[in-house]
């Protein structure tokens, strides 16, 4: 069990770039959750998987980000033109969903900066 | 809808003094209830959780919650702060449906010599 990782750590980007950040949930777990932190604040829930499916998209999603987890296994979170509005800290999480309540593992993040 | 409130979003102690900080939640149904903390740049380290049976928990690092329904608080302490302990803790409510995570605000904790 090597954890959830993320990748990149850090990604500094111009305004109006696309960007895309990878997340490998601990092996069995079945769901994988992406959350958003601007500075100062708690992360705040952005999109959910289980398995493959997309199970629920918060509104803070906005039609320039999506995300995907093809066969169920690692996860993209991608950020089309980008603004400065999206600098925060992107954390993923996943847990083994075997009834309900089920705990989360971070990932230690990727922190976006857009100049 | 469930929420959690932080009070405080600061909270500064001597090394040796005792660690409080408060989390009141909202929640519909019989919550689940977190204890995260945060050092600079890094993800987030569950420090205990608090689910059914024994409302006291005891968590890593020598922490603690109590669940207080009457109170609807679920208060993280410590007897005797660390050094180590400065950095950012997140009181968190999971959703029945989904176990996505609803946080509070966050409250700094700064710890002095």
């Known amino acids: 069990d090597t954890g959830v990782s993320q990748d990149p750590r850090h990604k500094i980007t111009k305004r109006g770039q696309n960007v895309t950040f990878r997340c490998d949930p601990i092996s069995e777990h079945n769901r994988l959750y992406w959350y958003r932190q601007t500075l100062g604040q708690g992360p705040e829930f952005l999109t959910y998987f289980q398995n493959e499916a997309q199970l629920e998209k918060s509104r803070l999603l906005s039609d320039r980000f999506s995300a995907e987890r093809p066969k169920g296994s690692f996860s993209t979170l991608e950020i089309q033109r980008t603004e400065q509005g999206d600098s925060a800290m992107y954390l993923c999480?996943?847990?083994?969903?075997?009834?309900?309540?089920?705990?989360?593992?971070f990932g230690p993040g990727t922190r976006l900066t857009v100049l | 809808a469930q929420s959690v409130t932080q009070l405080g979003s600061h909270v500064s102690v001597s090394e040796g003094a005792l660690v409080l900080l408060r989390c009141n939640y909202s929640?519909?149904?019989?919550?689940?209830l977190f204890w995260y903390v945060q050092y600079p740049n890094q993800g987030l380290q569950l420090l205990l959780k608090?689910?059914?049976?024994?409302?006291l928990v005891k968590g890593i690092n020598g922490f603690e919650a109590e669940f207080k329904k009457s109170e609807t608080s679920f208060h993280l302490t410590k007897p005797s702060a660390h050094m180590s302990d400065a950095a950012e803790y997140f009181c968190a409510v999971s959703d029945a449906d989904t176990d996505k995570l609803i946080f509070g605000t966050g409250t700094r904790l700064q710890v002095f010599p």
């Open positions: 929640s519909s149904v019989p919550p689940y």
């Open positions: 608090y689910t059914t049976g024994a409302t």
């Open positions: 999480a996943s847990s083994l969903a075997l009834s309900s309540r089920n705990e989360q593992f």
